[in-house]
């Protein structure tokens, strides 16, 4: 599968992956930023953003796109930054293929925990929304207050949405795979994968993704990890708190 992909800058290879229904452009504002010192790879995961939708979905898949991805672009040894879904993704890729062939990774608020399915109300509402009969952006937003009051998450979601050359609207992510599929999304990592190579976990210190005690099932999947905390953060450190992302980044993979 060809991926959408963005490069910015020049020097060590960076590669970012967004979470589920996001896309690369969330994480552009950081990697402008870290386009001075590395090459940055901003990626479109499959049936999100303008990559190929498929009906295949799961860690597997995507974690092979990622493999696909370096062997075509010639990257090596580069540093990952996975957020949510991504993050899954990078974990996923760390265990099921050779050590080698990253440097440091970067997990965004999500642990190799087994998630149970809590994205139920926000694929209903996307769904709730008329695509043939949607006349305006705003109309769309008005559809989804009805069941998602919280602004920054509409604002979220509709960056996906985009209006069709040949007239009307569509969502960029693949919206019914995503309904089919989303048990995929909080599956576990598989209790045999391991890797040695340096990881930086953070966790939003308003977000339950990542508990305390989930640090025991983290070391014991990537002994050399650690956990930091970004206080006044939700699940969306990137957006919250993004200069306090940068700097544990930053400080982590000089």
């Excluded at 990137?238 to 000089?254: G, M, N, S």
């Amino acid at each position: 599968m060809q991926l959408n992909y963005k490069v910015l800058g020049e020097g060590k290879p960076l590669i970012i992956m967004h979470g589920i229904f996001g896309l690369m452009d969330n994480w552009m504002g950081l990697s402008k930023v870290l386009s001075q010192n590395y090459k940055v790879y901003l990626l479109d995961l499959r049936n999100h953003g303008r990559s190929p939708h498929s009906d295949e979905f799961d860690y597997e898949a995507m974690s092979q796109d990622l493999r696909k991805f370096m062997e075509e672009h010639s990257i090596e040894n580069p540093h990952i930054i996975g957020h949510s879904m991504g993050g899954k993704v990078a974990m996923y890729f760390a265990g099921r293929f050779q050590p080698e062939l990253f440097d440091k990774m970067v997990i965004v608020d999500i642990a190799p925990k087994y998630y149970p399915v809590h994205h139920r109300s926000i694929l209903d509402a996307l769904q709730s929304i008329d695509l043939q009969s949607l006349q305006s952006r705003t109309q769309a937003d008005e559809v989804l207050a009805r069941s998602i009051p919280e602004m920054d998450v509409r604002q979220f979601l509709l960056k996906n949405l985009y209006r069709k050359d040949e007239g009307g609207f569509g969502w960029r992510f693949n919206l019914n795979i995503l309904n089919q599929e989303i048990e995929n999304v909080g599956e576990g990592l598989p209790e045999h994968f391991y890797s040695e190579r340096p990881f930086l976990f953070i966790r939003g210190g308003l977000s339950h993704y990542i508990k305390d005690g989930d640090m025991d099932l983290i070391l014991k999947h990537f002994p050399n990890a650690r956990l930091e905390t970004v206080a006044g953060a939700g699940h969306w450190v990137h957006a919250e708190k993004p200069e306090e992302l940068l700097t544990l980044v930053q400080d982590f993979i000089r």
